[in-house]
């Protein structure tokens, strides 16, 4: 069974940087066939698509984190990551990391204030 823990989050100061982490497990080597979302939700808001990124390492991205954030994957430790940089207010939220079927982990809190 598949499962996904996010790690990472915490208080940033705008302009700042933060890494979020996504590990996966029981998974085995199909990881490296996975497409992993990262996903957010602010609070009283709905669920924002933010990255992805697809078997080969290429990465797709929100326009509201175009440019700013970059996702990568390391096949070697089933793990997936979320480089957010130029970090805004606007970018609190809770980050989910999706798996397959939609597996997801509890979520990370990032909180941009000053």
Known sequence: QVQVVESGGGLAQPGGS???SCAV???GAKFSLYVMDWVRQAPGKGREFVARVISD???YYANSVKGRFTI???NAKNTVYLQMNVLKPEDTAVYYCYGPN???GQGTQVTVSS
């Open 25 to 27: 497990s029981g998974s």
């Open 102 to 104: 939609s597996t997801r």
């Open 57 to 59: 390492g290429s990465g």
């Open 18 to 20: 933060l890494r979020l």
């Open 72 to 74: 990568s994957r390391d």
